[in-house]
């Protein structure tokens, strides 16, 4: 019986949780008010690649976005919304979740990337696949193991849905509802997820709360000595794509799935370090469930496979070497990229 009772708090505890994480049980509440909202580039941020003359920002573009991001009417079986895999809380990634988890219990290959600075982005999905910034929900509305739907299918539900046609028409002028208007009013939404408040940010703007110490001065030194050729300021990444030497070789081949590349084979975009204090696990497979793991692949676990990034063997050494007190003050440096303010505003957590 004790053993009962204790599977049974558990189970119970691990449902709560779950439950907790879960957007999609709490409803949608089709009648919250607009925000105010404008697109701004942060100051120490440079010029987004996302043209926003044809869609420009609007307060209810935006709320028609952030219903529709949160909404799993637009799954297959209605139960898997965006936010499912994409958690406000873990800067829009999917924490505890090595790979993202759709409908059916299907397990993908791929760790959920987090989302934010999406404006600044040309490229889209760990591979590139997806160029364009309204598009890119596409892959997870199609991917059988994702939500498993069509437009075709969420257009109609939609359309059946009374609560939509004066949410697009506050939004585009007519109650029309087409997969156009569906996209633009999720990017109006994803577009406006800028994460550029962090504590680093505060230090190289000079504001209030950006003081760094001693050991985040260290850590920054570090950074900027062995990690900014690839995680390149102020995005934290150079949206390139290489192998880090995760493996010999790899399963999943990566970019070469779009290029049809030999070369290609194995590499994975570079993530943005931005809030990496929230979004593990890491890596494309979400192999790594914290940065003390990631440290120890670059420190003394790089594989030498036939794509290796040429920064990772350099001088006859594989990785990049730290002793134990760099790894630590990395981390710390790391951990003042995490920007609460972004990932606690109001206005883009479910609306209930």
Same mark, same amino acid.
């Given at each position: ?10 189970? $119970? ?30 100051? /120490? ?16 573009? #935006?709320? $028609? ?51 934010? =600075? ?33 437009? /075709? ?14 949410? #697009?028409?506050?939004? &585009?002028?007519?109650?029309?509802? =087409?997969?156009?208007?569906? #996209? ?103 192999? &790594? ?25 350099? =001088? ?11 790894? =630590?003050?990395?981390?710390? &440096? ?7 303010? &972004? ?10």
């Amino acid at each position: 019986m004790k053993v009962k009772g204790i599977v049974f708090l558990v189970l $119970l505890g691990f449902i709560t949780i779950c439950t907790a994480f879960n957007y999609g049980f709490k409803g949608i509440n089709y009648g919250i008010a607009a925000d105010s909202v404008r697109f701004a580039v942060p100051a /120490n941020f440079p010029k987004p690649v996302y043209d926003f003359k044809d869609n420009p920002v609007t307060s209810n573009g #935006f709320k $028609l976005g952030r219903i529709l991001f949160y909404d799993p009417i637009i799954s297959k079986d209605k139960s898997i919304s965006c936010a499912n895999c994409h958690q406000s809380f873990a800067a829009f990634a999917n924490l505890d979740h090595a790979v993202s988890h759709g409908v059916d219990e299907c397990l993908g290959t791929r760790n959920a990337p987090p989302l934010f =600075n999406l404006a600044w982005q040309k490229e889209f999905m760990w591979d590139g696949g997806v160029h364009h910034i309204e598009v890119s929900p596409m892959n997870a509305m199609t991917n059988p193991c994702e939500m498993a739907t069509d437009l /075709n299918t969420i257009v109609s539900r939609l359309q059946e849905t009374k609560a939509y046609a004066p949410l #697009f028409k506050a939004a &585009f002028g007519t109650t029309e509802i =087409n997969s156009q208007r569906v #996209f633009r009013a999720m990017a109006q939404f994803t577009s406006m997820l800028v994460s550029a408040g962090s504590k680093y940010d505060k230090y190289i703007r000079h504001e209030n709360g950006g003081a760094f110490s001693p050991e985040e001065t260290a850590g920054y030194a570090l950074f900027k000595q062995k990690c900014n050729t690839c995680h390149q300021e102020p995005l934290f990444t150079d949206l390139s794509y290489r192998s880090n030497g995760l493996d010999i070789q790899s399963e999943d081949i990566g970019r070469d799935s779009i290029t049809h590349l030999e070369a290609d084979r194995g590499k994975f975009r570079v993530p943005s370090l931005r809030n990496i204090e929230l979004t593990s696990p890491y890596m494309h497979d979400g192999r &790594f469930e914290t940065l003390e793991q990631v440290l120890a692949h670059y420190n003394a676990g790089v594989k030498p496979g036939a794509n290796l990034d040429p920064a990772l063997h350099q =001088n006859n050494v594989y990785g990049i070497r730290l002793t134990a007190i760099e790894q =630590n003050q990395l981390i710390t &440096f790391l951990k003042t990229l995490t920007d609460r303010d &972004f990932v606690n505003d109001k206005r883009f957590q479910a609306p209930e």
